[in-house]
C-alpha cells in the first residue's frame, strides 16, 4: 500500500512541475511576441519620421540660408546706410501685394536702393493707421494706411506717395 501512495505523491508533484513549467513557457512565449511587436513598431515609426516609405523619398539636401538685405522692419527705415533711398510699405506675406509694383522694383534699375517693409509681418504692425503721417522724423512717428512709397534723403521723408496707381507711375519714370 506505500507504494501506491508514494506514487499517488508523485503524480502530484509531476503534475505541479508540469504545470509550473507551462506557465513559464506561456509568459516566455508572450514577452517574445510582446518584445517583437514592440521592436518592429518602433522600426516601423523610425522609418516613418525619416519618409522612407513616401513615393519618390529622397534623402534631404542642406542648403544655405538666404538673406533678404531688400526687406527690412519699419524699425530700420531712417537708418540705413545710402544717403537717399526709397521704402515700400506693402503687404507680401498674404499675397495681396501690387503685383505690377513688384515687378517694377525687383526687374528695373533705380538709381538709389529700394528697401520693403511688410505690413503683414506681425513686427512692423505698430505702423499699420487709418491716418498716414508724412513728416514723421522716427520710426515711432511712422503710419501707414495704405501702399506707400517713401524717399528718405539724409535721413528724413523728402517724398511721399499713396496708392497703388501713382506709385507705379513714379517709378515707371524714376527707372533707367
Known amino acids: 500500500m506505500q507504494k501506491r501512495y508514494k506514487n ?9 512541475t ?18 517583437f511587436i514592440g521592436l518592429f513598431y518602433g522600426l516601423n515609426l523610425i522609418l516613418t519620421k525619416m519618409g522612407a516609405f513616401e513615393e519618390g523619398y529622397t534623402k ?12 527690412i522692419l519699419y524699425g530700420n527705415v531712417f537708418n540705413k546706410p545710402e544717403k537717399t533711398y526709397y521704402v515700400i510699405f506693402d503687404t507680401y506675406s498674404d499675397l495681396t501685394n501690387n503685383v505690377y509694383i513688384e515687378y517694377l522694383i525687383s526687374s528695373k534699375e533705380y538709381s538709389n536702393k529700394i528697401y520693403k517693409v511688410d505690413l503683414s509681418n506681425p513686427m512692423n504692425k505698430n505702423i ?15 503710419e501707414i494706411n495704405d501702399t506707400t512709397l517713401i524717399k528718405i534723403s539724409s535721413g528724413k521723408i523728402t517724398n511721399y506717395i499713396i496708392g497703388d496707381e501713382k506709385i507705379e507711375s513714379y517709378l515707371e519714370k524714376l527707372s533707367k
Request: hydrophobic letters at 25%; charged letters at 35%.
Open 128 to 142: 499699420n493707421s487709418d491716418k498716414s503721417n508724412k513728416k514723421a522724423s522716427k520710426p515711432s512717428e511712422l
Open 8 to 16: 499517488k505523491r508523485e503524480r502530484k508533484n509531476k503534475k505541479e
Open 18 to 35: 508540469t504545470n509550473e513549467n507551462g506557465l513559464k513557457t506561456v509568459i516566455i512565449t508572450a514577452s517574445s511576441v510582446v518584445l
Open 60 to 71: 534631404p539636401i542642406k542648403t544655405a540660408a538666404e538673406i533678404n538685405y531688400d526687406e
